[in-house]
């Protein structure tokens, strides 16, 4: 009976080396990167708390398995993951692991190109700031910038505790270079602390806004399209095809703005008198100068 074992012991395992090669010629095992980079996710961070700074966006995972798995593999949704796990952690800077998880099976991970991270949590918090318009440039000559009207007149931030401390105002840019029309557009929020250097790493809501920066045109300026009259004829088997004039516009400005004149106007009466009267006539021509 023991000779009897021995023998159904080895005959199995050769069965089992032989099936094993026989999968192996059909279906091999490979190992290969996942063709897509993997996004880490942070699972258990207290509400209370954020993450300083920012981390890496993905990793990148190698994994043995047959080819038949691989063929499967990027069909499904969540079916390699890379966790970092915060649960049960304070404020503080801490050193943790990165977490690969596969679902299919029968397949290995054997390599993940980032196998830790070094974070920093801190208490969350949040503030109120009033939003600022920055001009940059200047409105065409004869013009001015009015006050810009803003959709949001304040703009609310969260983030860590020691960046919303360092926060003093919240600001909109706004070219108005050479305009001389009245400018809508959106324009993102940026933090700023007391030195006018942008904060990173907080949330900022809204995170862009509507600015309606009105132009004003300023009293004895006014703008006059160019014409080009022509004068001649051009040569015979010759067409004129286009014509264009640079700058189109010029301003033109008085040094002595025009004022109204009071003339009398007579009126006669039943009784044979005249009298006068002041009427509104005209206006002095003034002197203009182009710019």
């Known amino acids: 009976i023991i000779r009897n074992i021995k023998t159904f012991t080895l005959a199995f395992a050769l069965a089992v080396i032989v099936w094993i090669s026989a999968v192996s010629t059909s279906d091999p095992t490979v190992t290969r990167t996942y063709p897509q980079s993997i996004p880490l996710e942070v699972t258990g961070l207290d509400p209370s708390l954020v993450v300083v700074g920012s981390l890496p966006q993905a990793v990148n995972i190698s994994l043995m398995a047959p080819i038949s798995v691989w063929d499967e593999m990027g069909k499904q949704p969540g079916e390699l993951r890379a966790i970092v796990d915060l649960s049960g952690k304070k404020a503080g800077s801490y050193t943790v692991r990165v977490q690969p998880q596969v679902t299919f099976r029968p397949a290995q991970i054997t390599s993940i190109s980032l196998q830790s991270v070094d974070l920093v949590l801190e208490e969350q918090a949040t503030s109120r700031l009033p939003i600022a318009v920055l001009l940059r440039g200047e409105p065409a000559t004869g013009y001015k910038a009015g006050t810009a009207l803003l959709d949001v007149r304040e703009a609310a931030i969260s983030g860590p505790r020691s960046i919303i401390q360092r926060a003093v105002k919240a600001q909109v840019q706004v070219s108005i270079s050479g305009l001389r029309q009245d400018v809508q557009t959106e324009q993102p929020i940026v933090v ?31 703008d006059i399209a160019v014409k080009v009259n022509l004068r001649g004829q051009q040569a015979g088997g010759y067409r004129i095809n286009n014509i264009s004039v640079f700058p189109p516009i010029v301003t033109v400005y008085s040094q002595t703005p025009a004022w109204p004149i009071w003339r009398r106007k007579s009126t006669r009466k039943a009784a044979g008198r005249r009298t006068w009267t002041p009427t509104w006539f005209c206006w002095r021509r003034s002197r203009f100068s182009a710019t």
């Open 192 to 222: 700023l602390d007391k030195d006018n250097r942008v904060l990173d790493g907080i949330s900022v809501l809204p995170a862009t806004i509507n600015v309606n920066q009105p132009i004003i045109q300023l009293g004895g300026y006014r």
